[in-house]
């Protein structure tokens, strides 16, 4: 595609229900970043794929965060049990990591609302 | 998790008026990066920097890498209402070149 795409845009849930976002990579693109943001906040990382490399999960929040990437394109942000605090937009942005000097690319994000 | 610190908060400002913002860190970053979004929207590339004192610029705006790659700013000028938005920096740098960001100038611009 031309850029990165997310789905939904926007997602509401009940606190206690898990959810899942999805990421779909600008095609080519080998990384892939999730990041979450919250109100009137920066943006903060959470867990990255390169290839078929072990994922960096250092910036999951807890284990009730967990992340796929399923044949190296499409990756799966799923969040098990959600509290009121784990609503944000959640945005994923990639890279083709061919330099150092890549550029990562973000999608317009998925914004979780949990009541 | 782990933020830059950036400012001013926001500012308000006549059209036509220059702009200036700056991030700074006590880590060492090996690139600097400007981004921009707007309402709904994910970040958009305005400017990056991959050398310690470089000083780039896109259009009317101009970013410098600091010598000590602890910091960098922003300059905007002769601002236009369709520069009004949130005005990040990240940095990057190790292995997996996950960007960390600062919390935000917002910009709003009168006409």
């Known amino acids: 595609g031309a850029g990165v795409s997310q789905s939904p845009s926007n997602k509401v849930t009940e606190k206690g229900k898990d959810v899942e976002l999805r990421c779909d990579p600008i095609?080519?693109?080998?990384?892939l970043y999730w990041y979450r943001q919250s109100l009137g906040q920066g943006l903060e990382f959470l867990i990255y794929f390169q290839g078929n490399s072990a994922p960096d999960k250092s910036g999951l929040p807890s284990d009730r965060f967990s992340a796929e990437r399923t044949g190296g394109s499409v990756s799966t942000l799923t969040i098990q049990r959600t509290q009121q605090e784990d609503s944000a937009v959640y945005l994923c942005?990639?890279?083709?990591?061919?330099?150092?000097?890549?550029?990562?690319?973000f999608g317009p994000g998925t914004r979780l609302t949990v009541l | 998790g782990q933020q830059l610190n950036q400012s001013p908060q926001s500012m308000f400002i006549q059209e036509g008026e220059d702009v200036s913002m700056n991030c700074t860190s006590s880590?060492?970053?090996?690139?600097w990066l400007w981004y921009k979004q707007d309402p709904g929207e994910g970040p958009v590339l305005l400017i990056a920097l991959y050398k310690a004192g470089e000083l780039t610029s896109n259009g009317r705006l101009t970013a410098q890498f600091g010598i000590t790659r602890k910091d960098s700013f922003l300059n905007i000028s002769a601002s236009i209402p369709s520069d009004v938005g949130i005005y990040f920096c990240a940095g990057s740098g190790g292995a997996t070149n996950k960007l960390i960001f600062g919390t935000g100038t917002l910009l709003a611009v009168q006409p």
């Open positions: 880590s060492i970053f090996n690139t």
């Open positions: 095609s080519g693109h080998t990384a």
């Open positions: 942005a990639s890279s083709s990591r061919r330099a150092s000097t890549d550029t990562q690319y």
